[in-house]
């Protein structure tokens, strides 16, 4: 008895730690370097903050070249008011991916657009301290494909591309 208490205890701490070192964290360690996973697949970080930013604007990969995206929301406001999510689609013109982004923001919770056919990948919609990984396969043409948060509001700040050369 005495022994299951301590253990209880002992995991208690572990994740009161768990929660300050999340707190403490606020992004400011997110590491922006692509960096390589275990299995040979790239990966590149990206956050999302409370200004509405990216801290990547721009990713540079080969035709048909696998990726991992890991998104992470750093900021602290609630989810209902300032949610990420990482959507990337396919060469549109800027006013048929304005048209698209429009129709996912009025479609909560994840606000993706009703016809899904331009969309190449997406993550979650995340809330403050989130992480959603996919991997995605670049396209086998060359050329820039946007990338954006579809958040309500958020479009016109949160947005990027990936170039495929
Ligand atoms: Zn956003």
Redesign the pocket.
């Known amino acids: 008895m005495k022994n299951q208490l301590k253990n209880i205890k002992v995991s208690l701490s572990a994740i009161i730690i768990g929660i300050v070192l999340a707190g403490c964290g606020g992004g400011a360690d997110v590491d922006t370097a692509p960096a390589v996973a275990d299995d040979g697949v790239r990966q590149i970080r990206i956050t999302?903050n409370d200004a509405?930013q990216f801290n990547i604007t721009e990713i540079r990969a080969e035709p048909g070249e696998e990726l991992r995206i890991a998104l992470t929301n750093i900021g602290r406001m609630p989810k209902q008011h300032?949610?990420?999510?990482w959507v990337l689609f396919k060469a549109l013109s800027d006013s048929e991916l304005n048209t698209l982004a429009m129709d996912a923001a009025g479609r909560g919770p994840e606000h993706l657009p009703a016809d899904m056919s331009a969309v190449l990948a997406h993550t979650r919609m995340l809330g403050p301290a989130e992480s959603d990984q996919i991997t995605i396969t670049a396209p086998q043409e060359p050329g820039e494909y946007p990338f954006a948060?579809t958040?309500p509001g958020?479009f016109a700040l949160?947005r990027g591309k990936l170039i495929v050369e």
């Open positions: 999302g509405m300032m949610g990420h999510n948060c958040f958020h949160m």
